[in-house]
């Protein structure tokens, strides 16, 4: 069965603290992995695709790592306004679906 | 403004009734779906479309229709609303030409069922 699992659940750093959040998972024939940022009261925004092992994508703060198992979101320098919930999501098949980890609570605190 | 528009935002209605949640976008995406949002859970997949009048289930089907006349426009009926479907409600669409591409959601609906 295809499935995603986000580490942690919540994360509280320090402005100016970086780290990481995990994404795992395990599904027949990836055929794209896709970073999510959503605020309260929102909608998921999009922020990444990654295709293959090996690709890295950078958005200011922001980088994501793709290996055959995990994904990787680094967060270099956090502000305050980079606190959201980041979501991760797999796609297996050609039909368009996703399938969503629970996803991590950022909160940075100044 | 080009965009996927959700309507209502907020709902709250009685176990029984019938409850339709509207959603509409501008692109002319050809894949359309909706996704519910507990927590505990994240976001799980009720059904999708890949064109006008073409419809599957996904994940979290049951007590769900959908129905999809029009390219722009996927609307979600609760035919009987049960408590258990309290919850808040995303659709999203993605472009049909490109084999992997990102869903781009609504800003939800938030449905409670008394």
């Known amino acids: 069965e295809d499935q995603v699992t986000q580490s942690p659940e919540a994360l509280r750093l320090q402005e100016g603290e970086s780290s990481s959040l995990n994404c795992s998972y395990t599904?027949?024939?990836?055929?794209?992995l896709f970073w999510y940022r959503q605020d309260p009261g929102k909608g998921p925004e999009f922020l990444f695709t990654?295709?293959?092992a090996g690709e890295e994508k950078e958005k200011e703060r922001l980088k994501a790592t793709l290996t055959k198992k995990e994904s990787f979101l680094h967060i270099t320098a956090p502000k305050p306004e980079d606190s959201a919930t980041y979501l991760c999501?797999?796609?297996?098949?050609?039909?368009?679906?996703?399938?969503f980890g629970q996803g991590t609570t950022l909160q940075v605190k100044p | 403004d080009a965009g996927i528009t959700q309507s209502p935002r907020y709902k709250i209605t009685e176990t029984g009734r019938q409850v339709t949640l509207m959603c509409h976008q501008t692109?002319?995406?050809?894949?359309m779906f909706w996704y519910r949002q507990d927590l505990g859970h994240g976001l799980r997949l009720i059904y999708y479309?890949?064109?006008?009048?073409?419809?599957d289930k996904g994940e979290v089907p049951d007590g769900y229709v959908v129905s999809r006349s029009k390219t722009e426009n996927f609307p979600l009926t609760l035919e009987s609303a049960t408590r258990s479907q309290t919850s808040v409600y995303f659709c999203?669409?993605?472009?049909?030409?490109?084999?992997?591409?990102?869903?781009?959601f609504g800003n939800g609906t938030r449905l409670t069922v008394t």
């Open positions: 599904v027949s024939g990836l055929r794209g």
């Open positions: 999501a797999v796609q297996a098949g050609n039909t368009g679906k996703l399938i």
């Open positions: 692109w002319s995406h050809s894949y």
């Open positions: 999203a669409s993605s472009e049909i030409d490109r084999d992997v591409s990102p869903l781009h």
């Open positions: 479309s890949a064109a006008a009048d073409i419809t």
């Open positions: 990654l295709y293959s």
